[in-house]
Protein backbone atom coordinates (compact mmCIF):
# COMPACT_ATOMS: atom_id res chain seq x y z
CA UNK A 1 0.00 0.00 0.00
CA UNK A 2 1.24 3.64 -0.04
CA UNK A 3 0.70 6.51 2.12
CA UNK A 4 -1.64 8.75 -0.51
CA UNK A 5 -2.70 11.56 1.78
CA UNK A 6 -1.87 15.35 2.71
CA UNK A 7 -1.89 16.49 6.14
CA UNK A 8 -2.28 20.56 6.71
CA UNK A 9 -3.13 21.02 2.82
CA UNK A 10 -7.20 19.56 4.61
CA UNK A 11 -5.84 15.34 4.07
CA UNK A 12 -5.17 12.91 6.98
CA UNK A 13 -2.28 12.50 8.99
CA UNK A 14 -0.86 9.65 9.81
CA UNK A 15 -0.94 8.66 13.40
CA UNK A 16 1.39 5.70 13.68
CA UNK A 17 1.41 1.91 14.04
CA UNK A 18 -1.40 0.70 15.91
CA UNK A 19 -2.04 -2.99 17.11
CA UNK A 20 -5.60 -3.39 18.24
CA UNK A 21 -5.39 -6.87 17.15
CA UNK A 22 -2.69 -9.26 15.72
CA UNK A 23 -2.58 -7.52 12.61
CA UNK A 24 -0.61 -3.82 12.75
CA UNK A 25 -2.69 -1.06 11.41
CA UNK A 26 -1.74 2.70 10.27
CA UNK A 27 -3.69 5.18 12.21
CA UNK A 28 -4.73 8.30 10.54
CA UNK A 29 -6.39 11.33 11.85
CA UNK A 30 -8.34 14.74 10.03
CA UNK A 31 -9.77 16.92 12.97
CA UNK A 32 -11.89 14.93 15.34
CA UNK A 33 -12.02 12.20 12.58
CA UNK A 34 -9.85 8.74 12.69
CA UNK A 35 -9.82 5.71 9.80
CA UNK A 36 -7.21 3.28 9.82
CA UNK A 37 -5.17 1.38 6.83
CA UNK A 38 -4.55 -2.51 7.50
CA UNK A 39 -0.69 -3.72 6.71
CA UNK A 40 -0.14 -6.72 5.09
CA UNK A 41 3.52 -8.41 5.44
CA UNK A 42 5.14 -8.49 1.92
CA UNK A 43 2.97 -5.39 0.46
CA UNK A 44 4.93 -2.03 -0.51
CA UNK A 45 4.83 1.30 1.65
CA UNK A 46 5.96 4.58 0.54
CA UNK A 47 5.33 8.13 0.66
CA UNK A 48 7.35 11.31 0.56
CA UNK A 49 7.54 14.21 3.20
CA UNK A 50 6.16 17.71 2.23
CA UNK A 51 7.00 20.95 4.34
CA UNK A 52 7.58 21.00 7.79
CA UNK A 53 6.60 18.56 10.51
CA UNK A 54 3.33 20.22 12.93
CA UNK A 55 2.36 19.32 16.90
CA UNK A 56 0.36 15.88 16.88
CA UNK A 57 -1.88 17.78 19.87
CA UNK A 58 -3.13 15.49 22.94
CA UNK A 59 -5.89 14.00 24.26
CA UNK A 60 -6.83 13.72 20.60
CA UNK A 61 -7.30 17.75 20.45
CA UNK A 62 -5.42 19.95 17.74
CA UNK A 63 -2.71 21.90 18.78
CA UNK A 64 -3.63 25.48 19.56
CA UNK A 65 -0.17 26.91 18.47
CA UNK A 66 0.11 24.81 14.99
CA UNK A 67 3.71 24.46 16.51
CA UNK A 68 6.18 22.93 14.24
CA UNK A 69 8.50 20.32 16.13
CA UNK A 70 11.83 18.47 15.78
CA UNK A 71 12.27 15.56 12.94
CA UNK A 72 13.85 13.70 15.74
CA UNK A 73 11.26 14.18 18.02
CA UNK A 74 9.33 10.70 18.59
CA UNK A 75 6.94 11.98 20.77
CA UNK A 76 5.64 14.82 17.60
CA UNK A 77 4.45 16.96 20.22
CA UNK A 78 5.48 21.04 21.24
CA UNK A 79 6.07 20.94 25.16
CA UNK A 80 2.82 22.11 26.01
CA UNK A 81 0.64 19.17 24.47
CA UNK A 82 3.26 16.84 25.97
CA UNK A 83 2.53 18.08 29.00
CA UNK A 84 -1.15 17.86 28.80
CA UNK A 85 -0.84 14.79 27.24
CA UNK A 86 1.42 12.90 30.07
CA UNK A 87 -0.64 14.78 32.86
CA UNK A 88 -3.65 12.36 31.84
CA UNK A 89 -1.71 9.16 31.35
CA UNK A 90 -1.80 6.27 33.33
CA UNK A 91 1.99 6.70 34.10
CA UNK A 92 1.48 10.04 35.22
CA UNK A 93 -0.51 8.35 38.91
CA UNK A 94 -3.10 11.39 38.45
CA UNK A 95 -5.60 8.87 38.45
CA UNK A 96 -5.91 7.02 41.45
CA UNK A 97 -9.14 6.41 41.78
CA UNK A 98 -9.68 5.09 38.55
CA UNK A 99 -12.42 2.03 38.88
CA UNK A 100 -10.76 -0.09 36.14
CA UNK A 101 -9.12 -3.51 36.28
CA UNK A 102 -5.58 -3.11 35.70
CA UNK A 103 -2.86 -5.80 34.76
CA UNK A 104 0.96 -6.49 35.64
CA UNK A 105 2.98 -8.05 32.84
CA UNK A 106 6.49 -9.41 32.39
CA UNK A 107 7.67 -8.38 28.78
CA UNK A 108 11.21 -9.72 27.05
CA UNK A 109 13.26 -8.10 24.30
CA UNK A 110 16.02 -10.14 24.06
CA UNK A 111 18.37 -12.10 26.39
CA UNK A 112 18.50 -10.15 29.46
CA UNK A 113 16.02 -7.45 28.09
CA UNK A 114 13.08 -7.67 30.15
CA UNK A 115 10.65 -5.28 32.11
CA UNK A 116 7.92 -5.03 34.21
CA UNK A 117 4.49 -2.79 33.28
CA UNK A 118 0.82 -2.60 33.80
CA UNK A 119 -1.88 -2.09 31.60
CA UNK A 120 -6.00 -1.56 31.59
CA UNK A 121 -7.27 -4.75 31.23
CA UNK A 122 -9.94 -4.54 28.70
CA UNK A 123 -6.93 -3.60 25.81
CA UNK A 124 -5.81 -7.45 25.89
CA UNK A 125 -2.46 -7.87 25.00
CA UNK A 126 -2.58 -4.50 22.72
CA UNK A 127 0.13 -3.05 25.19
CA UNK A 128 2.50 -5.82 24.83
CA UNK A 129 2.37 -5.59 20.67
CA UNK A 130 2.49 -1.67 21.32
CA UNK A 131 5.99 -1.84 22.41
CA UNK A 132 7.23 -4.79 20.57
CA UNK A 133 7.21 -7.45 23.13
CA UNK A 134 9.09 -10.54 21.34
CA UNK A 135 7.05 -12.61 24.25
CA UNK A 136 5.53 -11.92 27.29
CA UNK A 137 3.45 -13.57 30.48
CA UNK A 138 0.89 -11.69 32.98
CA UNK A 139 1.86 -11.55 36.44
CA UNK A 140 -1.74 -10.42 38.10
CA UNK A 141 -4.47 -8.41 38.09
CA UNK A 142 -6.35 -5.83 40.32
CA UNK A 143 -7.01 -2.02 41.23
CA UNK A 144 -4.54 0.35 39.70
CA UNK A 145 -2.59 1.36 42.76
CA UNK A 146 -2.12 -2.34 43.62
CA UNK A 147 -0.88 -3.12 39.98
CA UNK A 148 1.12 0.11 40.03
CA UNK A 149 2.98 -1.14 43.75
CA UNK A 150 3.61 -4.41 42.14
CA UNK A 151 5.09 -3.13 39.41
CA UNK A 152 7.67 -0.61 41.86
CA UNK A 153 8.30 -3.79 44.56
CA UNK A 154 9.18 -5.81 41.29
CA UNK A 155 11.92 -2.87 39.84
CA UNK A 156 13.13 -3.15 42.80
CA UNK A 157 13.67 -6.31 44.05
CA UNK A 158 14.23 -8.10 41.10
CA UNK A 159 16.08 -5.13 39.58
CA UNK A 160 14.19 -5.15 36.19
CA UNK A 161 13.18 -1.46 34.83
CA UNK A 162 9.57 -0.46 33.49
CA UNK A 163 11.73 1.28 30.32
CA UNK A 164 13.99 -0.36 27.78
CA UNK A 165 14.94 2.30 24.83
CA UNK A 166 13.74 0.95 21.62
CA UNK A 167 17.02 1.37 19.84
CA UNK A 168 18.03 -1.41 22.36
CA UNK A 169 14.98 -3.43 21.34
CA UNK A 170 15.89 -2.67 17.35
CA UNK A 171 19.60 -4.37 18.45
CA UNK A 172 18.51 -7.75 20.04
CA UNK A 173 15.47 -8.13 17.43
CA UNK A 174 17.58 -8.99 14.46
CA UNK A 175 19.51 -11.90 16.27
CA UNK A 176 16.94 -13.65 18.61
CA UNK A 177 17.60 -17.02 20.03
CA UNK A 178 14.44 -20.18 19.61
CA UNK A 179 11.26 -19.89 20.99
CA UNK A 180 12.27 -22.08 24.10
CA UNK A 181 14.99 -20.08 25.30
CA UNK A 182 12.81 -17.02 25.32
CA UNK A 183 10.20 -18.68 27.17
CA UNK A 184 12.34 -20.46 29.43
CA UNK A 185 13.68 -16.89 30.47
CA UNK A 186 10.50 -15.17 30.94
CA UNK A 187 9.08 -18.25 33.24
CA UNK A 188 12.41 -17.49 35.23
CA UNK A 189 11.43 -14.14 35.35
CA UNK A 190 7.85 -15.15 36.70
CA UNK A 191 9.38 -17.63 39.28
CA UNK A 192 11.02 -14.89 40.98
CA UNK A 193 8.63 -12.47 40.81
CA UNK A 194 5.43 -14.91 42.14
CA UNK A 195 8.23 -15.89 45.30
CA UNK A 196 7.45 -12.03 46.39
CA UNK A 197 3.85 -12.92 47.28
CA UNK A 198 3.79 -11.75 50.61
CA UNK A 199 6.65 -9.56 50.78
CA UNK A 200 5.41 -6.24 49.49
CA UNK A 201 3.03 -7.52 47.44
CA UNK A 202 -0.30 -6.13 47.68
CA UNK A 203 -3.55 -8.20 48.99
CA UNK A 204 -5.59 -6.92 46.23
CA UNK A 205 -3.71 -7.83 43.40
CA UNK A 206 -4.21 -11.81 42.22
CA UNK A 207 -1.88 -13.21 41.15
CA UNK A 208 -2.57 -14.70 37.43
CA UNK A 209 -0.59 -18.38 36.36
CA UNK A 210 2.32 -18.13 34.33
CA UNK A 211 1.37 -18.31 30.41
CA UNK A 212 3.85 -17.30 27.64
CA UNK A 213 2.94 -15.40 24.65
CA UNK A 214 5.40 -15.29 21.83
CA UNK A 215 4.63 -13.07 19.15
CA UNK A 216 7.54 -13.92 16.94
CA UNK A 217 4.77 -14.59 14.18
CA UNK A 218 2.60 -11.91 14.75
CA UNK A 219 5.59 -9.66 14.45
CA UNK A 220 6.56 -11.24 11.02
CA UNK A 221 9.97 -12.04 12.53
CA UNK A 222 9.85 -15.60 12.15
CA UNK A 223 9.12 -18.32 9.29
CA UNK A 224 7.14 -20.90 10.20
CA UNK A 225 9.14 -24.95 10.58
CA UNK A 226 7.88 -28.00 12.24
CA UNK A 227 9.07 -27.02 15.67
CA UNK A 228 7.96 -23.24 15.03
CA UNK A 229 8.74 -19.52 14.21
CA UNK A 230 12.17 -19.43 14.12
CA UNK A 231 13.94 -15.51 13.29
CA UNK A 232 14.54 -14.69 9.90
CA UNK A 233 18.53 -13.50 9.57
CA UNK A 234 17.63 -12.25 6.19
CA UNK A 235 15.26 -9.62 7.61
CA UNK A 236 17.70 -8.60 10.45
CA UNK A 237 17.49 -4.71 9.96
CA UNK A 238 21.05 -2.92 9.36
CA UNK A 239 19.94 0.71 9.37
CA UNK A 240 16.61 2.83 10.86
CA UNK A 241 15.70 5.96 10.04
CA UNK A 242 16.88 8.44 12.17
CA UNK A 243 14.24 11.84 10.49
CA UNK A 244 12.42 12.78 7.91
CA UNK A 245 13.18 15.86 6.07
CA UNK A 246 11.05 18.13 3.67
CA UNK A 247 10.98 16.02 0.33
CA UNK A 248 12.50 12.85 2.12
CA UNK A 249 11.04 9.71 0.41
CA UNK A 250 10.72 6.05 2.45
CA UNK A 251 9.68 3.10 0.50
CA UNK A 252 9.86 -0.10 0.40
CA UNK A 253 8.31 -3.54 0.94
CA UNK A 254 7.11 -4.37 4.35
CA UNK A 255 8.80 -7.53 5.70
CA UNK A 256 8.29 -7.04 9.74
CA UNK A 257 6.59 -5.15 12.67
CA UNK A 258 7.32 -4.54 15.92
CA UNK A 259 5.85 -1.93 18.40
CA UNK A 260 6.14 1.52 16.35
CA UNK A 261 8.53 -0.26 13.88
CA UNK A 262 8.15 -0.97 10.19
CA UNK A 263 10.91 -3.10 8.42
CA UNK A 264 11.57 -2.16 5.16
CA UNK A 265 13.16 -4.09 2.77
CA UNK A 266 14.75 -1.84 0.13
CA UNK A 267 16.78 -1.61 -3.24
CA UNK A 268 20.25 -2.11 -2.63
CA UNK A 269 19.94 -1.41 1.39
CA UNK A 270 18.64 -4.44 2.93
CA UNK A 271 15.99 -3.69 5.81
CA UNK A 272 15.74 -0.51 7.23
CA UNK A 273 13.89 0.23 10.20
CA UNK A 274 10.44 3.32 10.11
CA UNK A 275 10.07 4.25 13.79
CA UNK A 276 6.62 5.45 13.07
CA UNK A 277 6.30 7.88 15.96
CA UNK A 278 9.02 9.87 13.48
CA UNK A 279 6.03 10.38 10.97
CA UNK A 280 3.59 11.64 12.96
CA UNK A 281 3.14 15.30 12.07
CA UNK A 282 3.82 15.65 8.89
CA UNK A 283 2.43 15.80 5.20
CA UNK A 284 2.74 12.60 3.18
CA UNK A 285 2.73 12.20 -0.52
CA UNK A 286 2.28 8.46 -2.45
CA UNK A 287 5.61 7.54 -3.26
CA UNK A 288 5.91 4.08 -4.65
CA UNK A 289 9.01 1.86 -5.72
CA UNK A 290 11.97 0.75 -3.18
CA UNK A 291 14.12 3.94 -2.34
CA UNK A 292 14.76 5.80 1.18
CA UNK A 293 16.44 9.14 1.09
CA UNK A 294 15.60 10.65 4.52
CA UNK A 295 18.98 10.57 7.37
CA UNK A 296 19.56 7.21 8.35
CA UNK A 297 21.80 5.53 11.48
CA UNK A 298 23.22 2.04 11.67
CA UNK A 299 21.48 -0.14 14.13
CA UNK A 300 23.87 -1.28 16.76
CA UNK A 301 27.10 0.84 15.78
CA UNK A 302 25.84 4.18 16.35
CA UNK A 303 27.46 5.45 13.17
CA UNK A 304 25.28 8.44 11.60
CA UNK A 305 25.06 8.15 7.52
CA UNK A 306 24.58 12.14 6.75
CA UNK A 307 23.06 13.77 4.18
CA UNK A 308 20.01 12.22 1.58
CA UNK A 309 20.53 9.31 0.29
Known amino acids: MTCAVRGSGGGWWCAGVRWPGEVPELGWSRGGRRRVSVLAYGAGLGF????DRHCVGA????CPLGSVVPGRSTGGR??????LDRAHSVAADTMADDPRT??????????????????????????????GAVAFS???????????????VLRAALGVPDRIPYARKRVERGHLPDTDERAAEVAELYARAAALEGRGWPESLERLPLEVVDQVGIFGL????????????????????RELVDGGVVAGRLVAAAGPDLHLAVTGGGVVVLDTRLITGWDLAAESG????????????????????
Open 138 to 152: WLGRGPLMAARRTEE
Open 59 to 62: RGNV
Open 290 to 309: SDVRVPLIDIGGGGVQGGLF
Open 78 to 83: CAECAR
Open 102 to 131: YRVYLAWFGPGLVKVGITGEERGAARLREQ
Open 48 to 51: RAVG
Open 222 to 241: GRATESGPVPLPVSAPVRAV
